[in-house]
Each structure stands twice: as structure tokens, then as C-alpha cells.
């Protein structure tokens, strides 16, 4: 089967760092996206992993293991913005994207 | 501007009518695709269409019905058939390629009642 986990929610503190993992048994992989959605609005595109490493984008960088199945999303020097759910979906073999069921994340002051 | 319009932003019906999501896009993509997303799941694929006059079941097709008559447009119908169709539906498309990420419309909630 297809699963994709990820943490339901997470709380950190303002100027602060913060890491939500994912993890993905999926049949196929043609690559891992990360997207930010706030409440009751569309989901817009962060980042794109095909290969192993760290992908760095500003504030936010994103990780892939391949063989290890798990990637992760690091959010540096946190502000309040940045309260959102962080959905990890990865590419399957069909092109379709299959997404985790999103990580709530909660920047208090 | 380039981008993806659902229309409305709000819907409210009674239950036993069927009813028709807007999603239009002017980026010239190829791909379009519907997912619904319910609170606290992640979004499910409902139908996609990789190119005009072709169109595909996703994970949850039963009860939804979609047409491409058009590059720009994938109009979704809910019918009466959908048992739980209160939910948060969202247009997005792509653009030829594998490494080109899905860009979403702003999404309808639909409520019915």
C-alpha cells in the first residue's frame, strides 16, 4: 500500500528552529514535495527532493533519504507566519502525488 | 496574472442536488486534478486529467463526475450519489515534466445540507 506519515502537530517558539519529519512506503518515487497551507487557503509549493541531500531555500531547507524512506523539513528562525499545516507528498510511479494527512504547526511568542 | 480560479469560495446545498465546482487556469498546463480535503486528513485525489478529452479516477472517484472539454477547464460535478460531500475541494495543474510542482486554485467549500 501507499502510506505517507507525519506528525499531527507541533508547537515551537518564535526565532527558533523546528524540524517535521516524514516518512513514505509508496510504490515508486519520482519525488518528494513539501507544502505550506494555512487555514482555509490553498497549499503553495516549498520545496522539491528527487535526490539525496539537503535542498536549503532561505529560512527553509528540506532533506531526502531515499533508502531510508524519510525526509524532513527545517524551519529556521521561526516567526509567527509561520503558523500553517505542513503537508509532505511524494510522487509515485503514476506521476500522482500522494500527501500525508499534514503536520498543524503552532509558533507561539 | 497567470494563475488558477475556483469558483465560489462558498457553496451551500441541499442534500440529493447535484452541484458543479468551478476550476479554470490560464498557465497553459497540461495536467489539472481535484482533491478533496476533509479536517485533519490530507488532500485525496479525486479525478485528474493529464490532457484535453482524457481524464482518470483517483482514490475516491465514486460519486464525482468531471469533464475536459477544454485546456483551461475541469469543471467537478458532486452528485447526489457522493454520501459525505461536505468538504474543502481543490483545483490544481501542472506543467509537463516531473519536476514541476502542482499549483493549487484557492479552493471551494462546500457545505450540504
Known amino acids: 500500500g501507499q502510506n505517507i506519515d507525519q506528525p499531527t502537530e507541533m508547537t515551537a517558539t518564535e526565532g527558533a528552529i523546528v524540524q517535521i519529519n516524514c516518512t513514505y512506503q509508496?510504490?515508486?518515487?519520482?519525488?518528494l514535495f513539501w507544502y505550506q497551507q494555512h487555514a482555509g487557503e490553498a497549499p503553495t509549493f516549498l520545496s522539491y527532493?528527487?535526490?539525496?541531500g539537503l535542498e536549503e531555500k532561505g529560512r527553509f531547507s528540506s532533506f531526502l533519504s531515499r533508502s531510508k524512506g524519510y525526509s524532513y523539513l527545517l524551519l529556521k528562525e521561526l516567526q509567527m507566519k509561520d503558523s500553517a499545516s505542513y503537508l509532505c507528498?511524494?510522487?509515485?510511479?503514476?506521476?500522482?502525488?500522494?500527501f500525508g494527512q499534514g503536520t498543524e504547526l503552532s509558533v507561539k511568542p | 496574472d497567470g494563475g488558477i480560479t475556483q469558483s465560489p469560495k462558498y457553496l451551500f446545498r441541499k442534500e440529493g442536488q447535484n452541484v458543479t465546482l468551478s476550476c479554470e487556469q490560464n498557465?497553459?498546463?497540461?495536467?489539472m486534478y481535484w482533491y478533496r480535503q476533509d479536517p485533519g486528513q490530507g488532500l485525496r485525489l479525486i479525478y485528474y486529467?493529464?490532457?484535453?478529452?482524457?481524464?482518470q479516477k483517483g482514490d475516491i472517484a465514486e460519486g464525482y463526475s468531471v469533464s475536459r472539454e477544454k485546456k483551461e477547464s475541469f469543471p467537478l460535478t458532486v452528485t447526489s450519489a457522493q454520501k459525505n460531500p461536505t468538504a474543502f475541494y481543490l483545483c490544481?495543474?501542472?506543467?509537463?515534466?516531473?519536476?514541476?510542482?502542482?499549483?493549487f486554485g484557492p479552493g471551494t467549500r462546500l457545505t450540504v445540507t
Open positions: 490544481a495543474s501542472r506543467d509537463s515534466g516531473a519536476a514541476y510542482e502542482q499549483y
Open positions: 509508496t510504490s515508486g518515487f519520482n519525488g
Open positions: 527532493n528527487v535526490l539525496d
Open positions: 507528498a511524494v510522487r509515485d510511479s503514476g506521476g500522482k502525488l500522494i
Open positions: 498557465l497553459n498546463h497540461d495536467a
Open positions: 486529467s493529464q490532457i484535453v478529452n482524457d481524464f
